[in-house]
Every structure is written in C-alpha cells, then in structure tokens.
C-alpha cells in the first residue's frame, strides 16, 4: 500500500497509511500511531472522549495504545452486498427512509456486526444527511443519485446558509446512543462526515458530476464565494462531529471523497485548509477522539488517522 505523499500529511499533522492495510471489504489498523500532545488548555471536552482501558480494540490502536491485534472494521455501508440489507431496502426502497429513520438505521448498521463481528460498527447515514440542517435541502433520485434543485453559485445563493440545527438531526444522535449501546465495548462506533471540498462539490454542482465544471470554475471566477462556502462548512461538520461524539461516536471518520478530483496544489489550496480547519476544532472540544480521513484518488484510496 502507498502512503500519501508528504506534502498532504506534514500541513495537518497526522500519520499517514502504514497505519492502514485496506482489502475491498475490510480496514486494518497496523502499527501504533501516537497522536501529538495537546499544548493548549481546553475548559470544553466532548463526554464521551475520555481515554480509558475499557476502549474499543479499534480505539486503542488509533491512539497508540498497545493492543492483542489489528483492528478490523468494515467501510460504511459495506453490508450492503448482503441479502438481508438487500430485502430490507426492497421493503423501505427510499435511500433517505434507510438513513433518516433511527430503527433502520440501527438494523442496518448492525447488520454486519452481527454477521462478522468486526472491531468497528459504522452508522448507516450518507455524507449529504446534514445538509438541510444548516439550510440546503436535497434528493437523492434512483437514476441520477443525489440532486440539489438550488446549487449555491452566487453570493445571493449562500444567504440560504444558517448554524447547523441539530434538531433536524435527532435521529443520528439516537442512532449512535443505541448503537453504543448495543455493541457495549465489544466495537467501536464511528460516525463520519463529508470534508468541505466534497460537500461543497455537491452543492455547487447540483449533484454528482464526473467533470466538476462549475466548482472548479468558481475556484478561478468566484473564490470569495466559494471561500465563504467552505469556511462555513468546516464550522457545521466541526459542530456536527462533536454533536456525533457527544451522542456516542468513539471515532469519526471523514470522507474527501471528491478531493482526488484536485491536483495536489490545489488541494493544498481548496481542501486541506478546510479539514485543517475543522481537526483544530474538533480537537478543542475533543481532544482524545480519534479521526480518520479518508481520500478517494483516481487509482487508490488512502486513510490516515491523527
């Protein structure tokens, strides 16, 4: 397995993919990672981060805690080659149905667990669940996946744009708590999220694209807006990590998914900042929760954890 080059790695502080040994359905976590010492007093941490000797497997060696064995934990959504996620989709055929009602979510994401007993049990939701609570509504179509009828593109457009409400997303904090409770310390239970340069590539877009032309324009045409986008992005999905952790998450993951899309100065530009942005903030309130980024390139996919 390649590592990610070093120039993505220095800027944000984390260790890249030896970390990691990945097959199509599995990640192992390998050899010990030892996050950086926090230099700074924080009066604000998340409940449910504080280290302990009963953690998780998969938490233990995030940290870099001595451990019996790698980790293993299946991506999310994995379990969705399985028989039994199939005939339940053909009974609650809307995807948003499966990821917005917390009794299907919880079968769901349970579904592997109980099969496999893997270290890790991922929440069934999607990257694009938090949008419409901090102001941008969406569908996801059965030809076209998901589709966004008012892409942001103008400066009129980010007046739509409010604090993430947390109300609109009770059911993911009710899944994760039953989650936790359900697996007790047997796996941990991440959460994740989408990086700001993926949402916003949805966003701009109006949905998915294989050309990326409007946002990438907008990097050239219109960087204030897009600038504004990003920036307010990284404070909603800081705020809805800890929401996450707060609610039962040991770990989160977060998905650049489209970021392999950028050329590497690029992404220094238009991605990094913004993961950077949201990691110093996550780690003010919860400085002992593991993260794990996940970048989609065009010939492999890559993981890191600080």
Excluded at 91 to 107: G, N, Y
Excluded at 169 to 186: M, P, Y
Excluded at 254 to 261: A, E, K, L, M, V
Aim: net charge neutral.
């Amino acid at each position: 397995m390649e590592t990610i080059p070093t120039s993505i790695n220095s800027g944000l502080g984390w260790k890249s993919s030896p970390l990691f040994q990945q097959s199509n359905c599995f990640n192992f976590l390998s050899s010990p990672f030892k996050p950086k010492p926090s230099l700074t007093k924080f009066t604000l941490t998340c409940s449910a981060a504080s280290s302990s000797s009963s953690d998780p497997l998969l938490v233990k060696a995030a940290r870099g805690d001595p451990v019996s064995r790698p980790p293993a934990w299946m991506m999310r959504q994995a379990g969705r080659y399985m028989a039994i996620y199939r005939k339940l989709a053909e009974k609650h055929p809307s995807f948003r149905e499966r990821s917005e009602t917390t009794d299907l979510i919880v079968e769901i994401s349970l579904q592997p667990w109980k099969a496999f007993r893997p270290d890790g049990v991922i929440i069934f939701s999607d990257i694009l669940t938090p949008l419409p609570a901090f102001g941008i509504d969406f569908d996801i179509e059965d030809v076209r996946g998901p589709v966004i009828q008012s892409p942001i593109r103008s400066e009129e457009g980010l007046k739509v744009l409010h604090p993430i409400d947390f109300d609109k997303l009770r059911f993911v904090g009710e899944s994760l708590k039953i989650l936790q409770q359900e697996v007790g310390g047997d796996a941990a239970v991440l959460g994740f999220v989408g990086a700001p340069w993926t949402l916003a590539t949805y966003i701009v877009e109006g949905g998915t694209t294989r050309t990326y032309t409007n946002i990438k324009s907008m990097c050239h045409t219109a960087p204030h807006i897009l600038r504004t986008l990003l920036s307010h992005l990284s404070k909603a999905i800081a705020d809805y990590i800890v929401f996450q952790v707060e609610s039962g998450a040991h770990c989160i993951q977060i998905f650049d998914s489209w970021g392999g899309q950028l050329p590497p100065h690029m992404w220094e530009l238009w991605s990094k900042p913004y993961i950077k942005e949201i990691v110093n903030l996550v780690k003010k309130k919860c400085p002992d929760t593991p993260l794990v980024l996940y970048i989609k390139l065009e010939m492999a996919a890559f993981s890191s954890v600080w």
